[in-house]
């Protein structure tokens, strides 16, 4: 059994609230920056290139990537073999988002209920993952996640019968709807199998995925390559102003689902693909 | 900006800002329809204006704002062609509007730009001053006058109804 105080949890949050929001993730970044190099459309070439001066003057002056410093969503992988001490854990990881957002200059975005909508004025409360793992360590993933992408995910229930064909039109469908709304090129998370609730969590964790790496099983990967392909054909582009950079990544979970279903859920983000990672 | 200015731009222009322009998102687009409802006046003049949809991240001491790129305008349009009717001469956002705001553009020749979603940290440099002028209680999305220099935007709907989206993605379309 390891003692973790959960005032060290508030702290790393904190800092990786901050961080995720300053900082993209050298993938993100990386794949940016090759996007700026390939895309056909001039305009299109042109905001790639603005996305990437925008990454600069944020990390050098400290200025948010996006205005939207988003709702935070954190996974928390537990270790079995691990004790948190010092208090309640979720209220820890929330004082870690309540200290970030409001000492780190980021925006408060979070409403405390759906329907009457008063600002919290600190962004908590966080939606947190928690997740039970071997060993005895705790890896923390803080993803905070902007709304103008959010809100043009999606869920569909297919039948058996609807197969690989209607994955990838579910697929592209979501994506066209996004389409300009999004802030293209996207990440495109995707979730199947399951249940209802488990393939829209397998594509939020898909968005935490590093942009260049492929999942480890073969149809899976084939699937994530055509789509992204096919996608980056629709013409959406940078901006959704036109464009040969639609999505910068397609990353797909996967998970056993019921004989009578074939749930997916595409779960799109913008280039400010945000994601902090440590372990303690 | 003039109503011959506004006129005279076409989709797919690129242009710079310089001047005043007003900011107002969700809920205070919900506010001035319920000030517009009770007779009340609006916090700031939409006649001959330009509303930029966006609601800041906090500014650091010593400048006039934090992150502020554009949000997404397809949430504003149930309120936007009353206002067009009222005057307001162009819209800065992201994404696509509803049929309704496309014509009542047309109608009162005006014109919705684009900023790059997701610039927030470049567009920000472009902002010279900010004041809150009106519903501080909401925070970021409180109404703002800015004072831009330069700031650059894409004509996205002009005044004849030319939508951007549709055909530059039609341009790059090889499904």
């Known amino acids: 059994m390891r003692t973790i105080d959960v005032a060290d949890v508030t702290r790393n949050i904190r800092e990786m609230c901050i961080e995720a929001n300053h900082f993209l993730a050298q993938d993100m970044e990386e794949a940016l920056r090759d996007a700026a190099q390939t895309e056909a459309a001039p305009l299109g070439k042109q905001i790639l290139c603005q996305l990437r ?25 537990i270790g079995q073999d691990v004790h948190f001490a010092g208090g309640f854990l979720e209220t820890a990881v929330n004082e870690g988002v309540r200290q970030g957002y409001t000492e780190g200059y980021l925006r408060k975005s979070v409403v405390g209920d759906p329907l009457l909508r008063e600002n919290t004025k600190d962004n908590t409360p966080a939606v947190i993952h928690y997740e039970m793992t071997e060993g005895d ?20 229930m297919l039948k058996p019968a609807d197969g690989m064909e209607g994955v990838k039109n579910a697929i592209l469908t979501a994506v066209k709807d996004a389409g300009p709304n999004a802030c293209p090129p996207m990440v495109v998370g995707v979730g199947i199998g399951g249940t209802f609730e488990k393939c829209a969590l397998l594509a939020k964790k898909a968005l935490t995925r590093p942009a260049g790496e492929r999942s480890s099983i073969p ?38 689902t019921h004989i009578a279903g074939l749930p997916v859920a595409v779960n799109i983000c913008c280039h400010v693909n945000r994601h902090a990672v440590r372990i303690l | 900006m003039s109503g011959e200015t506004a006129k005279e731009l076409r989709a797919g222009d690129y242009v ?5 322009i007003y900011t107002a998102r969700d809920a205070a687009h919900k506010r001035m329809q319920e000030a517009l409802e009770q007779g009340g006046p609006l916090p700031f003049p ?18 006039p704002i934090g992150s502020a790129g554009p949000t997404t305008a397809s949430r504003m349009d149930k309120y936007t062609p009353a206002l067009l009717d009222m005057g307001l001469l162009g819209m800065i956002g992201k994404g696509r509007r509803a049929e309704a705001v496309k014509e009542a553009i047309v109608r009162n020749g005006a014109v919705y730009f684009a900023a790059v979603g997701g610039a927030g940290a470049l567009l920000s440099r472009s ?25 650059p935007v894409i004509v996205v709907i002009d005044s004849e109804g030319n939508d951007l989206y549709e055909t530059a993605i039609e341009e790059y379309r090889s499904e």
């Open chain 2, 16 to 20: 710079y800002i310089t001047g005043t």
């Open chain 1, 53 to 77: 001066d925008n990454l600069k003057i944020a990390g050098e002056d400290m200025i948010p990537i996006c205005q939207d410093t988003g709702m935070a969503v954190i996974f928390m992988e």
């Open chain 2, 127 to 151: 902002v010279t001053d900010a004041e809150v002028i009106a519903y501080d209680d909401l925070g970021t999305e409180a109404v703002r006058r800015l004072e831009v220099k330069d700031f």
């Open chain 1, 137 to 156: 360590r705790v890896r923390i993933t803080v993803a905070p996640k902007g709304f103008g992408s959010e809100n043009m995910s999606r869920v569909f």
């Open chain 1, 219 to 256: 149809h899976v990967r084939k699937l994530e390559e055509e789509m992204l392909e096919r996608i980056n054909r629709t013409g959406i582009g940078p901006g959704g102003l036109g464009g040969t950079t639609t999505a910068l990544a397609v990353n797909i979970n996967t998970y056993p």
């Open chain 2, 46 to 63: 939409v006649q001959g204006n330009i509303i930029y949809y966006m609601g800041p991240s906090p500014a650091r001491e010593g400048r």
